[in-house]
């Protein structure tokens, strides 16, 4: 029902502000491929097609839709897209045999006299730092290549309102975000299997997975607020929300028949803050997050497999562009329980940081890009790789390589068999 509403009321929006106006037409072709090195196979190979369409009316609103089309030739990132149970009706691609067509996006932007309104699907970015998320909570996640895909490529859109106000010195930003998709997990090449973010199979007993969108989120409403305020060279903006965990977990059910695991996402209320400042050579980024709310999985064999806990994470990244054409990146990030933990896989602290280079050479034509992360907790991460070529202003060709490495217990040294090689044509009209 609320979806039919939006819906009515973007229809009625772009009735209201039809006029002649300019229509605009522009997309990207691209060619994705990776090798997986341990068991010589192809990992993905994939044609998309990505497709843009904008419409400016004499009034001064806009119509913006992006729809992509996706052909795989060869892919082990998911298996089985009958099973893709985490989208909601509104908001789920249409699958076929060998790919996928999504609308990526669809909504209508209005600016009312220092107003501004945007309306339909779309994604929203709130976060100051890159490589894991702390204040990026607005939409959930496409982890079907694991952390490895840029934000604005792995988020999913979803459906909502999107206001904001700029007064004398500050502004405001709501959203109101009926849709509860959830983020999609892959049945693929990076499927999880760390006890961190998959729940431990008994196999004494029959175990059986539910793989529906949790009753519980029926009827529920995101709602979200950024205030923001920007003075003498500083950012900062703080940040409100009640929403579901995109990350949803799955909680046990024991039976004398077996046991059953069911996706589960808390309703959480969060509570953050972000802070950013250049200084000579160098720009300061960081933001803070509260949750009241965030389901982790125990070691115990009894009761549901989860428990819930307050808890507070951190990023703090420092760009130095001192170095010609360079920018080098260190980050630092910290999730802490704020409960006890000694149940929990998870320790009580876990820190992670992170090394990146970007160098531009011969005038921009070639770009190389290098990072490295690392939890501390278990030794564990990954390194990438890649150069881009800008062979004109259309065509870019980009290749490089993802090697992981440490416990396979851990976040992202559970994908130490999935180091690959990596290769992507782009040709944009």
């Known amino acids: 029902m609320k979806f039919r509403l939006l819906l009515l009321l973007l229809l009625s929006v772009i009735s209201a502000s039809a006029s002649a106006g300019e229509l605009s037409f522009s997309g990207e072709l691209v060619y994705d491929a990776a090798f997986q090195v341990d068991d010589s196979e192809i990992q993905k190979q994939q044609l998309l097609s990505i497709n843009d369409v904008d419409y ?43 790919g996928w ?79 509860q998709t959830l983020s999609f997990v892959p049945n693929g090449a990076f499927m999880p ?20 969108h949790p009753d519980e989120l029926r009827g529920e409403t995101d709602v979200a607020l950024r205030i923001g305020r920007s003075f003498s060279g500083h950012d900062v903006n703080l940040v409100i929300a009640r929403q579901t965990d995109k990350d949803y977990v799955y909680r046990r059910e024991v039976t004398s028949e077996g046991v059953t695991y069911r996706p589960y996402a808390p309703r959480s209320n969060i509570y953050g803050a972000s802070y950013s400042t250049a200084m000579g050579d160098y720009v300061l980024r960081s933001e803070l997050a509260y949750s009241t709310d965030k389901a982790y999985f125990t070691q ?65 034509r070639y770009v190389v890009e290098a990072m490295i992360m690392q939890n501390l907790n278990r030794q564990d991460g990954f390194t990438s790789f890649n150069i881009r070529h800008n062979f004109s202003d259309s065509v870019t060709l980009k290749a490089g390589f993802d090697y992981f490495f440490g416990d396979t217990d851990g976040l992202f040294g559970q994908f130490s068999d999935k180091d690959r090689l990596t290769f992507a044509a782009h040709y944009t009209f």
């Open 101 to 179: 067509a999504d609308l990526r996006e669809l909504y209508v932007d209005i600016p009312l006299n220092g107003h501004f309104l945007r309306l339909g699907k779309q994604h929203v970015a709130w976060g100051a730092t890159d490589g894991l998320r702390v204040l990026d909570i607005v939409n959930p996640v496409d982890y079907k290549e694991f952390v490895l895909a840029p934000f604005e490529e792995s988020r999913i859109p979803t459906w909502m309102i999107n206001y904001s106000h700029r007064f004398d010195q500050y502004t405001a930003q709501l959203l109101i975000i009926p849709d």
């Open 300 to 364: 115990s064999n009894d009761g549901n497999g989860i428990e819930l806990a307050r808890t507070a994470n951190y990023g703090v990244a420092l760009d130095w562009y001192g170095a010609s054409d360079s920018v080098i990146t260190f980050q630092l990030f910290q999730d802490i329980i704020l409960e006890s933990a000694n149940n929990l896989y998870q320790d009580k602290t876990e820190t992670t940081w992170s090394l990146n280079l970007s160098k531009d050479l011969l005038n921009q």
């Open 56 to 98: 400016y009316f004499n009034g001064g609103a806009s119509v913006s839709a992006r729809v992509n089309l996706n052909y795989d030739i060869d892919n082990r990132l998911h298996r089985d897209y009958d099973s893709v149970f985490t989208y909601s009706d509104a908001s789920k691609p249409y699958y076929f045999d060998n």
């Open 193 to 212: 299997t760390s006890p961190l973010v998959s729940p431990t199979i008994n196999h004494s007993r029959a175990a059986t997975f539910e793989n529906e």
